[in-house]
């Protein structure tokens, strides 16, 4: 944390010329269960974690914004979507120098920011200042800003680095532009950044889990009236821990079958007559079956039986019964393979070593079509189970995944600076 809180410090001042006024950061998540259940309005049980993407800021007396990031991977566009490269706003390059690793500053004009008008990555922070401006801050008004973007959150893993970029930025402007927005105010902004700017047709799981979740514990979100509760997933106690198995394939949410997925259950709800499919049981699912196409039956039966699958892991975590929260996540990865088909045979693959090594549960995590598996494994399994993911995966020619354990921390903060000591 601390290279990464210097990192963000020295990138910004060798982008712009000048020290920034603060340094904000925000974590990526997993999501322990509750997998496209968001925008179905059901339940979700994310936890942000100890990766996260740290934004150094400075108002200007100007209405420019100008954005910068160390991480190579920041500058490629391709974050989790793949609805990037269109369109072009008042963009104009910078007579910014780059930092030394990172990529040049581009600039825009605070007022003119419009959705799906600006190119790469740049679009997350511009979206948020945007997305202030919609749930009611006057932009008109505000000062301008340079921000300088440094993250350990891998991109395209699943794990949510978008929404680190935009909740990092968005507590960042709450404080500096004084706008005393609550954190469900924050949750909306910076959803429409994402939904409406940059244009993945995402719902609020990742911005939740980067603003409302308390460490230790996993967030227990309602995705209808966006209400929340931490549960405590007592891993230290229990001698259990969670481990990322990063396929490194890489999701997109645009052009892979996110978009599709969701209009499927759209389709199924309307087919049955409910506002959302977080309106339907099971039995009443399994007696409409044949008011519903066969994919629409399949995604749909992956949504409700989902939603009750999060709604009993709260009761398995709440009760301290680790293993029945372990069966729960491979029921809910077995789902979104065979009902939701979001799965890829590298993320089955991690799911089926970690369980012949011992994990108690198993399955990936995020959107799908890439990205990360998790398993919830006894802490002492990790090294021979990382070991066996990787020959696993060796033997069948896939790319070497990385392997990692997270913990479950703090949400969105402001982060006191580095001194660096005299010498
Ligand atoms: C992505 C989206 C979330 C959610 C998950 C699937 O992470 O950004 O809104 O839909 O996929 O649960």
Redesign the pocket.
Known sequence: MTSLLTQAQDGFTAAFGYAPEGLWSAPGRV?LIG??T??NEGFVLPFAIDRRTVAALALRADGLVRVSSSAVSLSTGSLSTGSLSTGSLSTRPSSTRPSSEGTPAREFVLAAASPAAVRGWAAYPLGVAWGLGRVGAELAGLPGFDVHFASDVPVGAGL?SSAAIECALAVALNEAWRLGFDRTRLVEATHLAEHGFVGAP??I??QSAALLSAEGAALFLDCRDGSSVPVDLGLGPAGLAVLVVDTKVKHE?VSGGYAARRAACERAARALGVRALRDVTVPQLLAARDQLDDEAYHRARHVVTEDQRVLDTVAALRAGDPQRVGELMLASHDSMRDDFEISTRELDLAVEVAMDGGALGARMT??GFGGSAIALTPVERIPALRLAVGEAFGERGYRAPETFVVRPSQSARRELFEHTPES
């Open positions: 999501n997998e496209h968001d925008y949510s995402t719902g799981l990742d949410h995020g959107g």
